[in-house]
């Protein structure tokens, strides 16, 4: 008899780690289902492209009645939250808008899979927590055990969020596990972030198309990783027997100004500094300094480990957006031939 085929609800489907989940889990031959909002969704298109075989489901993460219909009509073993205001600076911005999606948003879906699952214990629940929850770090390397201090209201929603899947998993016994995931960053990241922010201005900046670029804080470091790596954690805490929480990180952390030598380098330009400026409109009301992952309990308990080094991470951005900008480079004019004399 051929096994079950198992069922997936992502949230956050056009999104960086979206994509490569769903890539994952049809490669595992898991029947995949994306959840996609608004009218007309103009990332649509490009997931229907990429993946054909994900059915997608429209719904809301401030939306509670689209989130039933959602869980209830893909019926899933496994659910993965991924959707939130996921930019650190905009949730200063937008306090209340990131609170009722990055936070209340994670107890809708739970209270949906609560009043679908009717308490049979079939659904498994990941939360994208983050180590924006650390903020203030009260230790280095953080593990799952270091105290939470955020410093955005992205960070207190995303806080809201892990401790209400904590309640539900005990209270409900539902098994929901929260994955702490350090920065990780792809050629798909947003290019609100720093790192595609610095890949694409370098890549535009070796072909002519730009002459500087802007950025805010030089001074806070990171542990990034690669999202492809992240995904395949993801995926490994549903896995288990019992729920849990793990922090995946690289266990390595980097200035900014170290991203900026690895991808100016790769394009052959050895001195950054004549082209980048600061420029205060990129600076936060508070800013999180330092984050250094401890990723010794997921390596132990789920086998996980990241095989993207930073430098490969750094080279394969900027290789991407060299990639993309040479497409814009306008052709020069050539006259048809009978105008030429
Ligand atoms: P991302 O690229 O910003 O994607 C966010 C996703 O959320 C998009 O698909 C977006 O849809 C969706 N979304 C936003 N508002 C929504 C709403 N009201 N209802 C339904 N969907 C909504 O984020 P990512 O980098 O893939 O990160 C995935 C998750 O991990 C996020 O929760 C993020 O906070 C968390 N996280 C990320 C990192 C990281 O370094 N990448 C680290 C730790 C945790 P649209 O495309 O329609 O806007
Ligand atoms: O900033 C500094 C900025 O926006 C990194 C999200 O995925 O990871 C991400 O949050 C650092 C900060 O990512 C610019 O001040 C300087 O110190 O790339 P970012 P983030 O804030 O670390 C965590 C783990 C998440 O959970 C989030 O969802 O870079 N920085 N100059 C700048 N940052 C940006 N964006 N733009 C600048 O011009």
Same mark, same amino acid.
């Given at each position: 008899?051929?096994?079950?085929? /198992?069922? *997936?609800?992502?949230?956050?489907?056009?999104?960086?780690?979206?994509?490569?989940? *769903?890539?994952? =889990?049809?490669?595992?031959?898991?029947?995949?289902?994306?959840?996609?909002?608004?009218?007309?969704?103009?990332?649509?298109?490009?997931?229907?492209?990429?993946?054909?075989?994900?059915?997608?489901?429209?719904?809301?993460?401030?939306?509670?009645?689209?989130?039933?219909?959602?869980? +209830?009509?893909?019926?899933?073993?496994?659910?993965? +939250?991924?959707?939130?205001?996921?930019?650190?600076?905009?949730?200063?911005?937008?306090?209340?808008?990131?609170?009722?999606?990055t936070?209340?948003?994670?107890?809708?879906?739970l209270?949906?899979?609560?009043?679908?699952?009717?308490? /049979?214990g079939?659904?498994?629940?990941?939360?994208?927590?983050?180590?924006?929850?650390?903020?203030?770090? @009260?230790?280095?390397?953080?593990?799952?055990?270091?105290?939470?201090h955020?410093?955005?209201? &992205?960070?207190?929603? /995303?806080?809201?969020?892990?401790?209400?899947?904590?309640?539900?998993?005990?209270?409900? +016994?539902?098994?929901?596990?929260?994955?702490?995931?350090?920065?990780?960053?792809?050629?798909?990241?947003?290019? !609100?972030?720093?790192?595609?922010?610095?890949?694409?201005?370098?890549?535009r900046? /070796?072909?002519?198309?730009?002459?500087?670029?802007?950025?805010? +804080?030089?001074?806070?470091? @990171?542990? #990034?990783?690669?999202?492809?790596d &992240?995904?395949?954690?993801? #995926?490994?805490?549903?896995?288990?027997?019992?729920?849990?929480?793990?922090?995946?990180?690289?266990? !390595?952390?980097?200035?900014?100004?170290?991203?900026l030598?690895?991808?100016? *380098?790769?394009?052959?330009? !050895?001195?950054?500094?004549?082209?980048?400026?600061?420029?205060?409109?990129?600076?936060?009301? *508070?800013?999180?300094? =330092?984050?250094?992952?401890?990723?010794?309990?997921?390596?132990?308990?789920?086998g #996980? !480990?990241?095989?993207?080094?930073?430098?490969?991470?750094?080279?394969?951005?900027?290789?991407?957006?060299?990639?993309?900008?040479?497409?814009?480079?306008?052709?020069?004019?050539?006259?048809?031939?009978s105008?030429?004399?």
């Open positions: 008899m051929a096994p079950v085929q /198992k069922r *997936a609800l992502i949230t956050g489907i056009t999104g960086q780690d979206g994509l490569y989940l *769903a890539e994952l =889990l049809v490669g595992k031959g898991y029947q995949v289902f994306g959840l996609i909002r608004g009218q007309n969704n103009p990332k649509r298109e490009m997931v229907e492209q990429l993946l054909p075989a994900v059915e997608l489901l429209e719904g809301d993460l401030g939306d509670m009645t689209s989130l039933v219909e959602a869980v +209830n009509y893909c019926q899933p073993d496994e659910v993965y +939250n991924l959707a939130a205001i996921s930019f650190v600076a905009f949730s200063f911005k937008q306090p209340e808008h990131t609170g009722n999606i936070g209340l948003g994670a107890l809708r879906l209270d949906a899979i609560r009043i679908v699952d009717e308490g /049979k079939r659904i498994r629940y990941y939360q994208a927590s983050t180590s924006e929850l650390f903020g203030k770090v @009260r230790e280095t390397p953080q593990t799952e055990l270091t105290p939470f955020p410093r955005s209201p &992205y960070g207190v929603a /995303k806080a809201y969020a892990h401790h209400m899947t904590v309640n539900y998993r005990e209270s409900y +016994n539902l098994h929901a596990s929260c994955g702490i995931l350090f920065n990780h960053e792809s050629p798909r990241r947003g290019h !609100e972030f720093v790192t595609r922010k610095i890949t694409s201005a370098v890549a900046i /070796k072909l002519g198309l730009q002459d500087s670029l802007s950025l805010g +804080n030089l001074d806070s470091k @990171r542990d #990034w990783g690669f999202a492809g &992240y995904v395949r954690g993801m #995926w490994a805490m549903l896995q288990q027997d019992e729920p849990d929480d793990y922090v995946l990180a690289t266990g !390595e952390t980097h200035s900014i100004g170290e991203f030598d690895l991808a100016f *380098a790769a394009v052959g330009i !050895e001195d950054w500094k004549p082209y980048v400026k600061q420029d205060q409109r990129f600076m936060r009301p *508070a800013e999180v300094d =330092l984050l250094h992952g401890d990723p010794t309990k997921a390596k132990k308990v789920l #996980w !480990e990241p095989e993207v080094s930073f430098p490969q991470l750094v080279e394969m951005m900027v290789e991407n957006d060299l990639q993309i900008e040479s497409t814009r480079i306008p052709r020069q004019f050539v006259p048809p031939t105008l030429v004399r």
